[in-house]
């Protein structure tokens, strides 16, 4: 099925390659606007398929990308130095992005304030993670609709743990976040509520203190951490059981 799938596409490619030739190169030309349009339905088909080529050997269905965070070559030494890993999770071709935050080197005393986490639109840490550009924003949204707005996060013991689903953001397709950055901020994120245009771009969420580039993975990584952030949720919830009781 796949390969008969590639032959109508190569098919396809190469049609529009030999029509591609014939026509002049005037920019208004109709059949050329047409063609360009072809050429990139076909590329879009392209992607959608290569993306899922590209993970491991699983045979779960499963998608998985992981990302290693550091703190930004940019950031004072007396900010929190922010360590860890961001993993995702997502069954093709229809799931739901699943993540796991597991971050550490937040201050350890009690009073902390919580932190914003976003998808950057780009992979580019030459300055740090200064480089990353603003949010990831495919649909042109103000702020928090954008994909990749995770909200903030509560540091407890120094240490981030956070499971979540139901997510936006996507690791395959046209909208794919591989590639691009996750970074977390020094401040909270307004949700965009704090009146000004800046709250509408980014959340006012202030210095970045660490970000990652987003790869693909095995599942190991996953597997690996996700009993820890799970056995959070369920003391939790049997903490709040027990105390109703
Ligand atoms: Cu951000
Ligand atoms: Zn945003």
């Not at 029509?19 to 050329?32: F, H, I, M, N, R």
């Amino acid at each position: 099925e796949i390969a008969k799938m590639f032959l109508i596409l190569s098919l396809v490619t190469g049609l529009v390659l030999s029509a591609s030739g014939v026509t002049t190169d005037k920019e208004t030309d109709p059949l050329q606007e047409s063609l360009h349009e072809i050429q990139k339905q076909v590329n879009d088909l392209w992607q959608n398929l290569l993306y899922p080529v590209a993970r491991g050997n699983e045979t779960d269905g499963m998608i998985y990308a992981t990302c290693e965070m550091k703190p930004s070559s940019k950031i004072d030494a007396d900010k929190p130095q922010v360590t860890g890993q961001v993993l995702f999770r997502q069954l093709y071709s229809y799931g739901k992005l699943e993540a796991i935050f597991y971050l550490d080197g937040f201050p350890l005393d009690s009073n902390q304030s919580s932190r914003a986490i976003h998808i950057h639109e780009l992979g580019d840490l030459s300055n740090g993670c200064d480089s990353t550009g603003g949010h990831y924003n495919p649909f042109r949204v103000n702020h928090p609709r954008h994909p990749g707005d995770f909200g903030n996060f509560l540091p407890k013991e120094g240490k981030i743990r956070k499971y979540k689903t139901n997510l936006f953001a996507t690791v395959f397709g046209p909208y794919s976040i591989m590639g691009r950055s996750v970074v977390i901020h020094e401040q909270e994120d307004d949700m965009g509520k704090g009146n000004n245009k800046a709250s509408l771009e980014n959340g006012n969420a202030g210095k970045r203190l660490a970000c990652c580039v987003i790869g693909i993975s095995n599942k190991n990584l996953w597997e690996e951490k996700l009993p820890e952030v799970m056995d959070k949720k369920k003391r939790g919830l049997n903490k709040r059981m027990y105390s109703q009781a």
